[in-house]
């Protein structure tokens, strides 16, 4: 039996449509698998083709096999990185909170800030750091947390693999924008012991999840999250790229700061128009022709403080000078959290 070097699938020549397929003439050279080969050399995206079952059977074993574990938190979408099972799994572990893609924040929020806001979210782990995988910030503080065996955990796309690599010299994990890359678990030896890759958790509510994967994985930022400023009267709203809509209900003006991805348009929108603006997203942006068939929007009433509403997998808005109540017309089955504010005030109104 041999494993695909890029994402722990067993390799096999029978089942192109089966994980783990490469063509029967590069099979016995083969060290990845056609679907990791695809991704790494022409950014070719393929959805995993595994039940959710199989993800969490390999992250309790590697969990089994570990000493320490490194849970690893996506500072951008904290909300997605909280997976329940998580509480379970690590409640006798030791473990390490890793606050990844710091360098994805707005340049207003230190990496000590988003530490301290994320300590007081997740009560658990032993200790908490704060990295960048892609620009190798915190990765000697990381590596001095590491034990005997290493548990790299989380929920998809939160940047496991990417870490992996950064803490392993030799190691050759698959990365990619794509959620679900990473199949089974990986092992990594070197001097200080073994570090092991797992597939991620899949998060609930998210929206990458509601998308094709062409459409998720342009939502993935690759710059820092940049943030947009309203003053809203009542009537008034704003849409973030299209696929989520905030309309002011109550009188009093607020003020709201959408955090997005760079390639996404926030626009101020009024009410009344909202409907027909649904019909108009913009164009060479997500949703594609495909997704917009598929997605069902739903309008909910929600009263918001001074926090952020979270839209899991796009970003949050964060409000002033509230309370107020607000429309929202967002694809069925986002969940839409609201939490403290990760930037600016942090007093919960
Ligand atoms: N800007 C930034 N992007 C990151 C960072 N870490 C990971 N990414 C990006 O996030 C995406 C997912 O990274 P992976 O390392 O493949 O994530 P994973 O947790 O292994 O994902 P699965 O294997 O699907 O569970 C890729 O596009 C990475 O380039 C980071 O620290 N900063
Ligand atoms: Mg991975
Ligand atoms: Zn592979
Ligand atoms: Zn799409």
């Not at 990844?100 to 009560?123: C, H, N, V």
Request: charged share 25%.
């Amino acid at each position: 039996m041999r494993i695909c070097k890029g994402c722990g699938i067993e390799i096999q020549k029978e089942d192109p449509k089966k994980p783990g397929f490469v063509p029967e003439k590069v099979f016995d050279k083969a060290e990845v698998c056609q679907r990791c080969y695809r991704l790494v050399h022409y950014g070719d995206l393929k959805p995993s083709l595994l039940d959710k079952g199989s993800y969490q059977k390999a992250v309790s074993e590697a969990l089994d096999q570990a000493d320490t574990a490194f849970l690893v938190l996506d500072i951008i979408d904290f909300e997605s990185s909280l997976h329940p099972d998580f509480d379970k799994l690590l409640r006798k572990k030791h473990t390490i909170g890793v606050l990844t893609k710091i360098d994805l924040l707005p340049p207003i929020t230190s990496a000590k800030e988003a530490l301290e806001w994320a300590k007081k979210r997740l009560p658990y782990p032993d200790s908490f750091v704060a990295v960048s995988g892609k620009k190798g910030w915190g990765i000697d503080e990381l590596s001095r947390l590491r034990g005997k065996v290493t548990a790299v955990v989380g929920t998809t796309n939160s940047g496991k693999s990417t870490l992996v690599k950064k803490l392993v010299n030799e190691a050759t994990p698959t990365i990619s924008v794509a959620f679900g890359t990473t199949l089974n678990n990986l092992f990594f030896p070197d001097s200080k012991g073994v570090i092991i890759d797992t597939p991620g958790l899949w998060p609930q509510g998210r929206l990458l999840e509601l998308l094709c994967l062409d459409c998720a994985s342009s939502l993935v930022p690759d710059k820092k999250m940049v943030s947009k400023l309203f003053e809203l009267k009542e009537g008034q709203g704003i849409s973030l790229g299209g696929l989520v809509h905030l309309n002011l209900k109550s009188e009093k003006p607020i003020l709201a700061i959408a955090f997005v991805p760079e390639s996404i348009e926030v626009n101020r929108v009024n009410r009344d128009k909202t409907v027909s603006y649904l019909e108009h997203f913009a164009p060479n942006s997500p949703p594609c022709p495909l997704c917009q068939k598929g997605l069902a929007f739903e309008k909910k009433d929600m009263r918001i403080g001074n926090e952020d509403l979270v839209i899991p997998g796009l970003g949050w808005v964060s409000f002033r000078h509230t309370p107020a109540a607000l429309e929202v017309i967002a694809p069925a089955g986002l969940s839409l959290p609201k939490r403290s504010p990760l930037i600016g005030p942090k007093k919960q109104s």
